[in-house]
């Protein structure tokens, strides 16, 4: 089955600097690259989100890039602010009818 | 407002008991999954239904247990089967939709249980 690897498990940032989070699949039919924003004590929420066909997809400060030659997927966060401070899991999935596999998470900390 | 309810939030339950978790959803989503959150660990599938009266197993399943007799319900039962069962669980829903692709996937709040 679908392996995903997220890396680093943890990242520390001065508010302003980026911070890239990056994560690794296996399965090559895999096609729905999604990722996730949880608080504390709270559901994940989709932050963006990338198809097969598509290798970059911005919104304001976000943006994800796919190398689905390499099969990994990264998450670009620039001009960090406090209220980035939170974890943050990548996803993939492959075809309808399966569902959503899920990283280990990278918990963000981003200090004023 | 649409959305996915998880209830309750926090479950204390005694060792040996088995415990039922309640998912209701509102937005006619066909699909319906559950996940454990534990620290460290990233978001594990227990089980997930694609349409009413089917499910299927995930990565985790042992000592759980499902129904889907609505759309809008997908129950989830810890039985005392579950070794280990104390954990943040997680309810999420998706449109299914019939392609080739997968959807985005709207979760619930959570719910804490714990055992002792």
């Given at each position: 089955?679908?392996n ?34 949880q ?31 390499a099969?990994?997927?990264s998450?670009?966060i620039?001009e ?33 | ?6 209830s309750?939030?926090?479950?204390f ?23 454990r ?58 449109i ?21």
């Amino acid at each position: 089955g679908e392996n995903v690897e997220q890396h680093p498990s943890t990242l520390s940032v001065q508010e302003g600097d980026s911070a890239v989070i990056k994560c690794t699949y296996s399965d090559s039919a895999s096609n729905y690259f999604p990722w996730y924003k949880q608080e504390l004590g709270k559901g994940p929420q989709l932050i963006i989100d990338i198809r097969s066909n598509v290798g970059e997809k911005k919104d304001q400060r976000i943006a994800v890039t796919l190398n689905k030659t390499a099969k990994h997927f990264s998450l670009h966060i620039t001009e960090t602010q406090p209220e980035d401070s939170a974890v943050y899991f990548c996803a993939v999935g492959s075809r309808a009818g399966t569902a959503l596999i899920f990283g280990k998470g990278t918990t963000l900390s981003v200090s004023s | 407002d649409g959305g996915i309810t998880q209830s309750p939030k926090y479950l204390f339950r005694k060792e040996g008991q088995n415990v039922t978790l309640s998912c209701e959803q509102n937005l006619n989503h066909d699909a319906m999954y559950w996940y454990r959150q534990d620290p460290g660990q990233g978001l594990r599938l227990i089980y997930y239904s694609q349409i009413v009266n089917d499910f299927q197993k995930g990565d985790i399943a042992e000592g759980y247990s499902v129904s889907r007799e609505k759309k809008e319900s997908f129950p989830l039962t810890v039985t005392s089967a579950q070794k280990n069962p104390t954990a943040f669980y997680l309810c999420a829903s998706s449109i299914r939709v019939d392609s080739e692709m997968n959807t985005e996937a709207f979760f619930g709040q959570g719910t804490r249980l714990t055992v002792v």
